[in-house]
């Protein structure tokens, strides 16, 4: 898929298909994060791959929607505690290069045809003490992760006379 079709193509998905994730998409999509450009290329985040079959109460306390925990997996992005880079201004770039790397996973998984839904309105207390996190990682944003059972619905964006600004 050329890349302007796979930006075209994600949607947020809230309906999953129980179908697994064949490990070979798998590898592909979390290789895709690990290949994001993060600031100064110090890399400091994690990945979390979990798997949600016998965890449905403990996925309900980090986020309550249904649809959540019925993809096969949960992807989650945590910062390192002081491994990311600060600008001058002392602004961390964590957060920055968290979303980055969540974004790369996203594109990948549309192109091969696999779901996702940002999440960033979870518990990340419940996250942490569900997988047993230790406590220098920093979730940030989740994203159930399998095939979609419903359609895409158009749910409108911005014209884009709206959003840029040339100066």
Known sequence: ????????????????????VEPEKLKRILEAGRLAPTACNLQPFKIIV?????????????????????????????????????????????????????????????????????IGAFDPRAFMDAFELEENLEPVVLTPLGYPSDIKTDRGRKPFDDLVIYK
């Open 1 to 20: 898929m050329e890349f302007f079709d796979v930006i075209g193509k994600r949607y947020s998905v809230r309906s999953y298909k129980p179908d697994p």
């Open 50 to 118: 979990a798997e949600t079959k016998g965890r449905k109460e403990a996925l309900k306390k980090i986020y309550p929607r249904e649809w959540f925990s019925d993809a096969p997996y949960i992807i989650g992005v945590c910062t390192v505690s002081g491994d990311c880079w600060v600008r001058r201004d002392q602004k961390s770039y964590a957060n920055v290069d968290a979303a980055i790397v969540m974004d790369h996973m996203i594109l990948a998984a549309t192109d091969l045809g696999v779901g996702t839904c940002w």
